[in-house]
């Protein structure tokens, strides 16, 4: 079953009464409450500054596997609320993925880096000589990616995926650089939990390293999603005319990210669900069972 995304943006009293969780407008009396059943919920997020969720509703929400996502004042996501425990076999799960050798980690990296150009190349005007090049790339990876052929397909790539000017692909750069911090940011939190879920630390990475990154390990396992919230941005561009500054439509818009429907190992499935198959896969090859991280593949 397809899983529902919630967004507040205005000051809600969130709670919880069998097994619902119940929506009160406190400053709205003219709104009455509203109720979802919370096995329905996939993600949640949290935007304005008053809004106030009980302890209990929480609880239900963590153990339902509920994806919480919070914005901070400038209505940006800037954390997630995930369980404690997410798999009955935690501790072996991470002993698991905390002994993977090196040669593993950088053939795991070999597979990322190659699924994202491949899924990038997509985006390009067919049979472009930007859209060959990305082609070649992929094909070129060697383990662990040595000849960083993940920035020189970045460099084609974003010169050319949003038409002209070329894009300049910064955190603070001139939009739709919001629009896509906002969509990576939504895609973060989903493989963060997808992670958890499937019994793993999203602290540690298979590439990326920083000391300062509580998530080095989501940061590398959505590498290959990031285009498909390219292709909603893309779509925001051809479609609304200011996408200068991130309104309601607008994140309506990329928050259809969860529900995309994405073509992973063959089978169709929404996007909340490929990742979570992708997790899953990533966990198998940490234990041993299999050499494979399945990714999708960006069909358009």
Same mark, same amino acid.
């Given at each position: 079953?397809?899983?529902?995304?919630?967004?507040?943006? %205005?000051?809600?009293?969130?709670?919880?009464?069998?097994?619902?969780?119940?929506?009160?407008?406190?400053?709205?009396?003219?709104?009455? $409450?509203?109720?979802?059943?919370?096995?329905?919920?996939?993600?949640?997020?949290? +935007?304005?500054?008053?809004?106030?969720?009980?302890?209990?509703?929480?609880?239900?929400?963590?153990?339902?596997?509920?994806?919480?996502?919070?914005?901070? $004042?400038?209505?940006?996501?800037?954390?997630?609320?995930?369980?404690?425990?997410?798999? $009955?076999?935690?501790?072996?799960?991470?002993?698991?993925?905390?002994?993977?050798?090196?040669?593993?980690?950088?053939?795991?990296?070999?597979?990322?880096?190659? #699924?994202?150009? +491949?899924?990038?190349?997509?985006?390009?005007?067919? %049979?472009?000589?930007?859209?060959?090049?990305?082609?070649?790339?992929?094909?070129?990876?060697?383990?662990?990616?040595?000849?960083?052929?993940?920035?020189?397909?970045?460099?084609?790539?974003?010169?050319?995926?949003?038409?002209?000017?070329?894009?300049?692909?910064?955190?603070?750069?001139?939009?739709?650089?919001?629009?896509?911090?906002?969509?990576?940011?939504?895609?973060?939190?989903?493989?963060?939990? #997808?992670?958890?879920?499937?019994?793993?630390?999203?602290?540690?990475?298979?590439?990326?390293? %920083?000391?300062?990154?509580?998530?080095?390990? #989501?940061?590398?396992?959505?590498?290959?999603?990031?285009?498909?919230?390219?292709?909603?941005?893309?779509?925001?561009?051809?479609?609304?005319?200011?996408?200068?500054?991130?309104?309601?439509?607008?994140?309506?818009?990329?928050?259809?990210?969860?529900?995309?429907?994405?073509?992973?190992?063959?089978?169709?499935?929404?996007?909340?669900?490929?990742? $979570?198959?992708?997790?899953?896969?990533?966990?198998?090859?940490?234990?041993?069972?299999?050499?494979?991280?399945?990714?999708?593949?960006?069909?358009?």
């Amino acid at each position: 079953m397809i899983k529902r995304t919630l967004f507040f943006e %205005n000051p809600t009293y969130l709670s919880t009464r069998l097994e619902q969780l119940v929506v009160n407008y406190p400053q709205r009396e003219d709104i009455d $409450s509203k109720s979802v059943a919370i096995e329905d919920i996939g993600v949640i997020v949290l +935007e304005h500054q008053q809004i106030t969720v009980t302890n209990a509703l929480m609880v239900k929400l963590i153990e339902n596997n509920v994806c919480i996502i919070h914005c901070d $004042s400038k209505h940006m996501p800037c954390a997630l609320t995930y369980p404690i425990e997410g798999h $009955s076999e935690q501790s072996e799960r991470f002993k698991n993925q905390i002994n993977a050798s090196k040669p593993l980690k950088k053939n795991l990296w070999q597979q990322t880096v190659m #699924a994202k150009i +491949e899924n990038q190349a997509t985006l390009l005007a067919p %049979n472009s000589k930007e859209q060959i090049r990305l082609v070649h790339l992929a094909q070129e990876v060697k383990s662990g990616d040595p000849h960083n052929c993940e920035g020189q397909a970045a460099a084609i790539y974003w010169s050319k995926v949003f038409g002209d000017p070329p894009l300049i692909r910064h955190q603070d750069g001139a939009p739709p650089n919001n629009l896509l911090n906002y969509g990576y940011a939504i895609l973060r939190a989903i493989t963060a939990r #997808a992670l958890v879920s499937s019994g793993m630390l999203p602290t540690l990475g298979i590439f990326h390293r %920083n000391k300062y990154n509580a998530f080095c390990l #989501a940061d590398d396992i959505m590498e290959p999603y990031r285009p498909f919230v390219d292709l909603l941005v893309r779509d925001v561009m051809l479609e609304v005319d200011d996408y200068f500054e991130l309104n309601k439509e607008i994140k309506q818009h990329l928050l259809k990210l969860p529900v995309m429907n994405v073509t992973i190992d063959g089978k169709n499935s929404p996007l909340m669900v490929a990742m $979570s198959r992708t997790t899953n896969s990533l966990y198998e090859c940490f234990a041993g069972g299999s050499r494979k991280i399945l990714y999708p593949v960006l069909l358009i």
